[in-house]
């Protein structure tokens, strides 16, 4: 079957801008969750969606949204772009949620942020 | 959270089994033990997970303490593949799954 899908793979931006990043997970999949991933600060969690509905939240400012539809497509959305925000964010499906066992994770988006 | 500590880097000779111990003494009851390993230039990918019992899939074996407080993930034959990150990750309901640091194997020929 399909693996989780993110869109676009890499992508370029200057400060200030937005950007919106997209992640089809597995068919059947109902939990998405998003992480960033730096060579400073590893891999950070930064929310999960489970049936259109934001479960968990991690420690970003609230320039850092996301949302999910009925298909279980989730999109993250980050505003007023800064330097810092340049990472790998790296979406996650599974059936239920991180806890219950198996996360599976797309390639990532690469984003710059120049 | 519960707190990991796990080497920065490990060392196998491919071929050879390879055990990446993990620290996690502030465990709670609940917690499963997590594990994940992300190669280069991919997204991280789902090792192996466990509560109180060993366990064995077919990538690897999850061998926990009776205390909890510790785990070793026992890759039986290294190969060139399995070169990697390897998180270990106690989480639980409530909690997030939060990767720390975790271990860069490295699998000599």
């Known amino acids: 079957k399909a693996g989780v899908t993110q869109t676009p793979r890499y992508l370029i931006k200057t400060r200030g801008q937005q950007v919106t990043l997209s992640c089809s997970p597995i068919?059947?999949?109902?939990?998405v969750s998003w992480y960033q991933q730096t060579p400073g600060q590893g891999l950070q969690f930064l929310f999960e969606y489970f049936s259109e509905t934001q479960r968990n939240k991690g420690n970003f400012p609230g320039r850092f949204s996301g949302r999910q539809f009925s298909n279980s497509r989730s999109e993250m959305n980050v505003s007023t772009l800064e330097l810092g925000d340049s990472a790998l964010y790296l979406c996650a499906s599974s059936l239920a949620g991180w806890n219950t066992g198996e996360l599976f994770f797309g390639e990532g988006s690469r984003l710059t942020v120049l | 959270d519960a707190k990991t500590t796990q080497p920065n880097s490990m060392e196998s000779n491919e071929e050879e089994p390879v055990h990446l111990p993990c620290n996690h003494s502030?465990?709670?009851?609940?917690?499963?033990i997590h594990w994940y390993r992300q190669l280069p230039s991919q997204g991280p990918e789902y090792v192996i997970h466990?509560?109180?019992s060993n366990v064995n899939n077919r990538m690897a074996s999850l061998a926990i303490a009776e205390d909890r407080k510790s785990s070793t993930l026992i890759l039986h034959r290294a190969t060139l593949r399995d070169a990697a990150v390897y998180y270990c990750i106690p989480s639980g309901a409530g909690n997030m799954l939060t990767f720390g640091g975790g271990t860069r194997l490295m699998v000599k020929p």
């Open positions: 466990g509560l109180t």
């Open positions: 068919s059947g999949h109902r939990s």
């Open positions: 502030t465990i709670s009851g609940t917690d499963y």
